[in-house]
């Protein structure tokens, strides 16, 4: 299993959200709005928020998490519908999962997701 974690702009969530609703056999995402800077410190953001003297820019941050053979396309749709071309776009990040417990019914590993 592989938990995809996407840094997104907030103005393509509705983009990529509808996209991967269009995978087959998608179990789910999860949404949270973020705050945080890249290498350019948010310096010439427009988007940015200063809180306590630091600069800080808005952000989505989407957490998936499929069997590998999923991994490439939910990644493949992430990063085409949230792609800008612009500085700040963001990042995906891919990470193995060791398992996975589904509360309600207790079951484990591929089944649990």
């Known amino acids: ?3 995809i974690k996407a840094i997104i702009r ?3 969530l509705l983009d990529v959200i509808d996209a991967l609703q269009k995978i087959k056999g998608l179990p789910g995402a999860t949404v949270s709005e973020i705050k ?15 809180y ?3 600069e800080l820019i ?4 989407l957490e998936v998490v499929v069997v590998d053979e ?4 939910v990644v493949n749709m992430i990063q085409k519908h949230s792609h800008t071309g612009n500085t700040g776009d963001g990042k995906i990040f891919v990470v193995n999962v060791e398992d996975a417990v589904k ?11």
């Open 1 to 3: 299993m592989k938990e």
């Open 10 to 12: 907030p103005f393509r």
């Open 52 to 54: 306590e003297m630091v």
């Open 58 to 61: 808005p952000r989505i941050k």
């Open 36 to 50: 945080g800077f890249g290498k350019s410190r948010a310096k010439n953001a427009k988007d940015k928020i200063v």
């Open 103 to 113: 509360i309600r019914t207790n079951e484990r590993g591929r089944e649990a997701v």
């Open 70 to 73: 999923m991994a490439d396309e």
